[in-house]
Protein backbone atom coordinates (compact mmCIF):
# COMPACT_ATOMS: atom_id res chain seq x y z
CA UNK A 1 0.00 0.00 0.00
CA UNK A 2 1.34 3.18 -1.01
CA UNK A 3 1.42 6.40 1.47
CA UNK A 4 0.04 10.09 1.06
CA UNK A 5 2.59 12.32 2.30
CA UNK A 6 1.03 15.91 2.78
CA UNK A 7 4.41 18.00 3.20
CA UNK A 8 4.40 20.28 6.11
CA UNK A 9 7.15 22.46 6.45
CA UNK A 10 7.37 26.27 6.58
CA UNK A 11 9.95 26.86 3.83
CA UNK A 12 7.69 24.90 0.96
CA UNK A 13 4.52 26.69 2.74
CA UNK A 14 6.08 29.84 2.28
CA UNK A 15 7.37 29.26 -1.96
CA UNK A 16 4.04 28.17 -2.55
CA UNK A 17 2.38 31.42 -1.38
CA UNK A 18 4.81 32.92 -3.90
CA UNK A 19 4.03 30.85 -6.31
CA UNK A 20 0.32 31.43 -6.06
CA UNK A 21 0.76 35.08 -6.29
CA UNK A 22 0.05 36.53 -9.89
CA UNK A 23 2.47 39.34 -9.89
CA UNK A 24 5.65 36.23 -9.61
CA UNK A 25 6.93 36.28 -12.92
CA UNK A 26 8.03 33.52 -15.25
CA UNK A 27 11.60 34.05 -13.85
CA UNK A 28 11.05 33.76 -10.05
CA UNK A 29 8.25 30.90 -10.74
CA UNK A 30 10.68 29.04 -12.43
CA UNK A 31 13.12 29.22 -9.57
CA UNK A 32 10.58 28.70 -7.07
CA UNK A 33 9.23 25.39 -8.55
CA UNK A 34 12.85 24.30 -9.01
CA UNK A 35 13.42 25.15 -5.38
CA UNK A 36 10.09 23.48 -4.09
CA UNK A 37 11.04 20.56 -6.54
CA UNK A 38 14.69 19.69 -4.64
CA UNK A 39 12.94 20.45 -1.16
CA UNK A 40 9.97 17.99 -1.45
CA UNK A 41 12.53 15.54 -3.18
CA UNK A 42 14.74 15.74 0.34
CA UNK A 43 11.58 14.36 1.72
CA UNK A 44 10.54 11.58 -1.08
CA UNK A 45 13.44 10.23 -0.86
CA UNK A 46 13.77 9.90 3.03
CA UNK A 47 13.55 6.08 2.61
CA UNK A 48 16.36 5.09 0.24
CA UNK A 49 18.32 2.82 1.35
CA UNK A 50 22.12 2.79 2.51
CA UNK A 51 24.75 -0.24 2.99
CA UNK A 52 27.77 0.42 5.45
CA UNK A 53 31.11 1.09 3.22
CA UNK A 54 34.49 0.95 5.13
CA UNK A 55 35.77 4.49 4.38
CA UNK A 56 39.48 5.27 5.85
CA UNK A 57 39.09 9.07 7.40
CA UNK A 58 42.31 11.03 8.49
CA UNK A 59 41.98 9.60 11.93
CA UNK A 60 40.84 6.40 11.82
CA UNK A 61 39.06 3.69 9.14
CA UNK A 62 35.15 3.19 9.33
CA UNK A 63 31.77 1.85 8.39
CA UNK A 64 29.70 4.70 7.16
CA UNK A 65 26.28 4.54 5.73
CA UNK A 66 26.20 5.04 1.54
CA UNK A 67 23.38 5.18 -0.99
CA UNK A 68 22.68 1.32 -1.76
CA UNK A 69 23.11 1.93 -5.52
CA UNK A 70 19.45 2.07 -5.85
CA UNK A 71 18.58 3.42 -9.38
CA UNK A 72 16.89 6.10 -10.09
CA UNK A 73 14.53 7.56 -12.83
CA UNK A 74 12.94 11.34 -13.03
CA UNK A 75 10.21 11.15 -15.12
CA UNK A 76 8.02 14.34 -15.74
CA UNK A 77 4.90 14.80 -17.20
CA UNK A 78 5.18 17.96 -19.52
CA UNK A 79 5.39 20.35 -20.29
CA UNK A 80 5.28 21.86 -16.60
CA UNK A 81 6.92 18.43 -14.77
CA UNK A 82 10.01 19.38 -16.23
CA UNK A 83 10.21 22.66 -14.45
CA UNK A 84 10.49 20.48 -11.49
CA UNK A 85 13.00 17.88 -12.38
CA UNK A 86 16.48 19.99 -11.93
CA UNK A 87 15.49 20.44 -8.50
CA UNK A 88 15.27 16.65 -7.79
CA UNK A 89 18.56 16.03 -9.80
CA UNK A 90 20.08 18.43 -7.52
CA UNK A 91 19.80 15.42 -4.78
CA UNK A 92 20.82 12.79 -7.19
CA UNK A 93 22.78 13.81 -10.06
CA UNK A 94 22.94 10.23 -11.96
CA UNK A 95 19.57 9.73 -11.89
CA UNK A 96 18.22 8.98 -15.82
CA UNK A 97 15.41 10.95 -17.26
CA UNK A 98 12.29 9.72 -19.17
CA UNK A 99 9.34 12.06 -20.18
CA UNK A 100 5.62 11.49 -20.36
CA UNK A 101 3.85 14.11 -22.71
CA UNK A 102 0.88 14.82 -22.25
CA UNK A 103 -1.92 17.48 -22.46
CA UNK A 104 -5.65 18.14 -21.00
CA UNK A 105 -8.47 18.77 -23.10
CA UNK A 106 -9.77 21.98 -22.97
CA UNK A 107 -13.62 21.21 -22.78
CA UNK A 108 -13.33 17.47 -21.82
CA UNK A 109 -10.22 17.56 -19.31
CA UNK A 110 -8.98 14.19 -20.48
CA UNK A 111 -5.16 13.83 -20.91
CA UNK A 112 -4.21 12.87 -24.15
CA UNK A 113 -0.58 11.41 -24.77
CA UNK A 114 2.02 13.37 -27.50
CA UNK A 115 5.23 11.46 -26.22
CA UNK A 116 6.93 9.20 -24.20
CA UNK A 117 10.20 8.30 -24.14
CA UNK A 118 11.20 6.57 -21.07
CA UNK A 119 14.77 4.87 -19.77
CA UNK A 120 15.74 1.19 -20.57
CA UNK A 121 15.45 -1.02 -17.66
CA UNK A 122 12.94 1.70 -16.06
CA UNK A 123 11.01 -1.82 -14.28
CA UNK A 124 14.51 -2.40 -12.05
CA UNK A 125 14.25 1.68 -10.97
CA UNK A 126 12.25 3.94 -8.46
CA UNK A 127 10.43 6.12 -10.74
CA UNK A 128 10.01 9.69 -9.21
CA UNK A 129 7.23 11.21 -11.10
CA UNK A 130 6.85 15.25 -10.44
CA UNK A 131 4.10 17.48 -12.17
CA UNK A 132 3.16 20.38 -10.51
CA UNK A 133 -0.43 19.96 -10.30
CA UNK A 134 -3.13 17.37 -9.97
CA UNK A 135 -6.25 18.24 -10.59
CA UNK A 136 -8.69 15.75 -12.01
CA UNK A 137 -6.27 13.36 -11.76
CA UNK A 138 -6.66 12.48 -14.93
CA UNK A 139 -2.66 13.24 -16.36
CA UNK A 140 -1.10 11.64 -13.28
CA UNK A 141 -3.69 8.55 -14.23
CA UNK A 142 -2.35 7.93 -17.69
CA UNK A 143 1.36 8.42 -16.62
CA UNK A 144 1.58 5.93 -13.59
CA UNK A 145 -0.59 3.72 -16.21
CA UNK A 146 2.37 4.25 -19.08
CA UNK A 147 4.73 3.36 -16.59
CA UNK A 148 3.71 0.38 -15.05
CA UNK A 149 3.02 -0.77 -18.59
CA UNK A 150 7.13 -0.80 -18.63
CA UNK A 151 6.58 -3.28 -15.17
CA UNK A 152 7.41 -0.45 -12.82
CA UNK A 153 6.41 -1.33 -9.29
CA UNK A 154 8.27 1.16 -7.54
CA UNK A 155 6.81 5.18 -7.79
CA UNK A 156 6.59 7.87 -6.44
CA UNK A 157 4.44 10.65 -7.44
CA UNK A 158 5.14 14.31 -5.97
CA UNK A 159 3.09 17.66 -6.83
CA UNK A 160 3.32 21.16 -5.73
CA UNK A 161 -0.51 21.67 -5.36
CA UNK A 162 -3.63 18.74 -5.28
CA UNK A 163 -7.06 19.51 -5.68
CA UNK A 164 -8.94 16.80 -3.28
CA UNK A 165 -10.89 15.24 -6.45
CA UNK A 166 -7.60 14.32 -8.29
CA UNK A 167 -5.68 13.30 -4.80
CA UNK A 168 -8.35 10.75 -4.25
CA UNK A 169 -9.06 9.54 -7.77
CA UNK A 170 -5.11 8.96 -7.93
CA UNK A 171 -5.11 6.77 -4.96
CA UNK A 172 -8.30 4.77 -5.99
CA UNK A 173 -6.60 3.79 -9.49
CA UNK A 174 -3.14 3.33 -8.10
CA UNK A 175 -3.74 2.57 -4.48
CA UNK A 176 -0.04 1.41 -4.11
CA UNK A 177 2.36 4.49 -5.44
CA UNK A 178 3.57 6.71 -2.68
CA UNK A 179 2.57 10.54 -3.18
CA UNK A 180 3.60 13.60 -2.29
CA UNK A 181 2.01 16.62 -2.00
CA UNK A 182 3.03 20.38 -1.09
CA UNK A 183 -0.23 22.08 -0.56
CA UNK A 184 -3.76 19.89 -0.13
CA UNK A 185 -6.10 22.61 -1.81
CA UNK A 186 -10.09 23.58 -1.56
CA UNK A 187 -11.27 22.18 -4.69
CA UNK A 188 -11.88 22.50 -8.76
CA UNK A 189 -13.69 25.09 -10.47
CA UNK A 190 -15.99 24.65 -13.28
CA UNK A 191 -12.88 24.95 -15.90
CA UNK A 192 -11.52 22.11 -13.36
CA UNK A 193 -8.56 24.01 -12.32
CA UNK A 194 -7.40 24.43 -8.88
CA UNK A 195 -8.91 26.58 -6.73
CA UNK A 196 -6.90 28.66 -4.89
CA UNK A 197 -4.33 27.13 -6.91
CA UNK A 198 -1.64 29.32 -9.08
CA UNK A 199 -3.20 28.50 -12.58
CA UNK A 200 -1.70 27.24 -15.41
CA UNK A 201 1.71 25.72 -14.26
CA UNK A 202 2.94 25.21 -17.51
CA UNK A 203 1.98 28.62 -19.19
CA UNK A 204 3.48 30.09 -15.83
CA UNK A 205 6.90 28.82 -15.93
CA UNK A 206 7.86 29.03 -19.62
CA UNK A 207 5.72 32.68 -20.14
CA UNK A 208 3.66 31.31 -22.75
CA UNK A 209 0.53 33.18 -21.77
O1 LIG B 1 -5.04 16.38 -13.05
P1 LIG B 1 -5.41 16.89 -14.41
O2 LIG B 1 -6.83 17.35 -14.50
O3 LIG B 1 -5.05 15.93 -15.50
O4 LIG B 1 -4.59 18.24 -14.63
C1 LIG B 1 -3.25 18.36 -14.31
C2 LIG B 1 -2.42 18.49 -15.55
O5 LIG B 1 -2.69 19.76 -16.19
C3 LIG B 1 -1.47 20.45 -16.38
O6 LIG B 1 -0.90 20.16 -17.61
P2 LIG B 1 -1.47 20.79 -18.97
O7 LIG B 1 -2.46 19.87 -19.60
O8 LIG B 1 -1.90 22.19 -18.73
O9 LIG B 1 -0.20 20.75 -19.91
P3 LIG B 1 1.11 21.66 -19.84
O10 LIG B 1 1.95 21.12 -18.72
O11 LIG B 1 1.72 21.47 -21.17
O12 LIG B 1 0.68 23.09 -19.60
C4 LIG B 1 -0.63 19.97 -15.23
O13 LIG B 1 0.74 20.23 -15.40
C5 LIG B 1 -0.96 18.50 -15.17
O14 LIG B 1 -0.20 17.70 -16.06
O1 LIG C 1 -5.17 24.44 -11.76
C1 LIG C 1 -4.65 23.77 -12.67
C2 LIG C 1 -5.23 22.60 -13.18
C3 LIG C 1 -4.60 21.92 -14.16
N1 LIG C 1 -3.42 22.37 -14.65
C4 LIG C 1 -2.83 23.50 -14.17
O2 LIG C 1 -1.76 23.88 -14.61
N2 LIG C 1 -3.47 24.18 -13.20
MG1 LIG D 1 -0.80 23.74 -18.76
Given amino acids: MGKVTIIDHPLIKHKISLLRDENTGTRDFRILVEE?????????????PTELVSVKTPITTADVPMLSGKKLAVVPILRAGLGMVNG???LVPSAKVGHIGLYRDEVTHEPHEYFCKLP???????VILPDPMLATGGSAITAVDFIKQRGCTNIKFMCVIAAPEGLEALKKAHPDIDIYVGSLDEKLNENAYIVPG????GDRIFGTK
Avoid: P, Q
Fill in 120 to 126: ENIDERL
Fill in 88 to 90: ILA
Fill in 36 to 48: IAMLMGYEALRDL
Fill in 198 to 201: LGDA
